[in-house]
């Protein structure tokens, strides 16, 4: 079969009027096979199979049908990795409901920013998370919400999830799967909001043939992979490839129900031998300054990263001591993953340095010009664009109650969807990241990425992490600035920045080294790890005033 076809054949079944969610998700597969591990902080672990999460998550549709959640109607969730959020999700999907992410790192005002814009009916939290929807300056008293706690007792106004499972049978005509079709929405997740006020992205039924195909082409997870995708599902890559992905083909799926450190991670990686890894290039560059030996019993095949660039140094590091590399691949909320380093052998090549690939089977995508839709030359920066009537697996139509906002993605003919991010593509059609529209550099007329300048930075032994931002300049316009974290215990000094300046003229170009070198403790980050550039460029832009 060729990719071309393998792309309809999941369309057909997933873009169907009768396309049914919990079917698709769950029914459908075998009722003994597992669909994730849940692993918990000591490295206990529990499998949750197909026919479990038949049942429980029957009951649980039941209950939300009593509380009044129909077909359409939200319902946020605000909870870790669990065997309570498998469960959860797919009684809500079951109800024909629509899930809205929240982050566990959120605050109460991102949390009321979500609640609000969605109209969600019920909100599920973790006990340990439900202070956060509690009535006060950021949250109403009047809430419209019903509010179900996870793993505790319930206070009062509040129900108990277990109490709800409990009290309503598997076979109950309210716990039936309800289709909505393949338009129907599933998820409406917010964008990180780096650049503005998040945006609410509604995901269709549909979107689980793209997300299906970036399983079995990006990420090449077979039936013997033991999977396991560390990002968490309050986020796209997460939501999409730890949970959606995997449960829509069947693959088992680790879910780690601890948060994040390195040593634990290579503890699960060795105890559960990890065949198929991904993650945030945080998580790896996090494993490389981690002391913790690589455990001798590492099986790796495969390694993938995702959320923003791969820098030079991760990847020799992981063919080093992982035995393997790590291949970066580029998506959007708005998308899924849709250009990216196949590991597939229909879609496999040689990783081509600094590049994020080709796009998926699916998908069409070019470089256009900054000012009109005209795909650029070969190696020339300019907008990285979808080509929509040559994307079958594009879903995204637009964001949710924000036509301007949804304006500004499309050309006027809607024949191009604009990503927000500058590239280059080669003669081979091998896409290069240089930035977002708006943290692209404009000195004295050249157009310059910063993530080709902190690829020089980054690989200095005594660099940890680094962002580049331009700063207003009466002469250039702007000029480059680098904030830089050093290795712990490591200070900078005038004759490393000096030093620093000198490996990027060398290394990238003479005249895109950073002005200044300021280093810093640690560089401002969302919620998802992703380097928020902005704030670096406004605190320092309040500092030198206007040109």
């Known amino acids: 079969m060729s990719n071309e076809e393998r792309v ?57 049908a009593d509380l009044g959640v129909g077909p359409g109607d939200a319902v946020a969730v605000l909870m870790g990795k669990s065997a309570e959020l498998a469960v959860a999700l797919l009684g809500i999907w079951r109800r024909g409901a629509v899930h809205v992410p929240l982050f566990t790192a959120f605050a109460t005002p991102a949390i009321a920013l979500r ?30 919400w019903r509010v179900v706690v996870v793993g505790g007792a319930p206070e009062e106004g509040q129900l108990s999830f277990h109490e709800l499972v409990s009290d309503h049978g598997p076979d ?23 650049t503005g006020t998040p945006k609410g992205v509604p995901v269709p039924v549909k979107a689980l043939a793209s997300f299906q195909a970036y399983l079995e082409f990006g990420l090449d997870v077979s039936s013997e992979d033991v999977f396991w995708n560390a990002a968490d599902p309050g986020w796209a890559y997460g939501l999409y490839y730890a949970i959606l992905g995997p449960l829509a083909a069947g693959r088992r799926s680790l879910l780690l129900h ?20 991904a993650a945030a290039p945080t998580v790896y560059r996090s494993l490389r300054a981690d002391p913790t030996p690589v455990p001798q019993g590492t099986r790796l095949r495969r390694a993938s990263s995702a959320g923003e660039p791969l820098t030079p ?15 970066d691949h580029y998506g959007q909320t708005e998308h899924g993953m849709m250009i990216v380093n196949g590991w597939s052998d229909a879609v496999r090549e040689t990783v081509r340095p600094g590049s994020m690939g080709k796009p998926l089977p699916g998908w069409s995508a070019t470089v256009l010009d900054d000012t009109a839709a005209t795909p650029v030359p070969p190696g020339q920066v300019g907008r990285v664009a979808i080509k929509v009537a ?45 930035a977002r529209d708006d943290d692209v550099i404009i000195m004295a007329g050249y157009r310059i990425g910063p993530f080709d300048v902190e690829s020089v930075l980054i690989t200095h032994p005594r660099v940890m992490e680094t962002a580049v931002i331009g700063v207003p300049d009466p002469l250039r316009g702007e000029v480059l600035e680098a904030f830089v974290v050093l ?9 490393l920045a000096t030093e620093l300046q000198q490996l990027v003229k060398d290394q990238f170009a003479a ?27 406004q605190q320092r832009r309040a500092e030198v005033g206007p040109t």
């Open 511 to 537: 005249h895109a080294y950073p002005r200044t070198v300021h280093f810093v403790d640690e560089l401002p980050k969302t919620s998802s790890g992703k380097i928020q550039r902005f704030v670096l460029r």
């Open 115 to 144: 609640l609000a814009a969605s109209q969600a009916k019920v909100v599920i939290t973790d006990a340990d998370q439900r202070a956060k929807v509690q009535p006060g300056p950021d949250m109403p008293a009047d809430a419209p």
């Open 172 to 194: 109950e005509p309210a716990g039936a799967s309800v289709a909505v079709g393949g338009d129907g929405p599933l998820v409406l997740l917010f964008t990180s909001g780096t």
């Open 258 to 277: 601890a948060g994040f450190s390195a040593p634990l991670t290579w503890q699960v990686v060795e105890r559960f031998a990890v065949t198929n890894f």
């Open 487 to 495: 290795r712990a215990g490591d200070s900078g000094d005038r004759a």
């Open 390 to 434: 040559d994307s079958p697996l594009m879903w995204f139509t637009g964001y949710a109650g924000a036509p301007e906002k949804t304006a500004e993605r499309f050309t006027d003919d809607r024949a191009w969807y604009l990503t927000g991010d500058a590239g280059s593509a080669d003669e081979d059609g091998h896409f290069y990241f240089s």
């Open 8 to 64: 309809l054949e999941l369309l057909a079944v997933y873009d169907s009027p009768d396309a049914d969610a919990a079917e698709l998700l769950c029914d459908r597969h075998p009722a003994d096979d597992v669909a994730f591990t849940v692993v918990e902080a000591d490295l206990s672990a529990h499998d949750l199979t197909y026919g479990h999460l038949r049942r429980e998550s029957a009951r649980f549709a039941a209950a939300l």
């Open 313 to 327: 140094e991760v990847i020799d590091w992981a063919e080093e001591h992982l035995g393997v590399p790590v291949r």
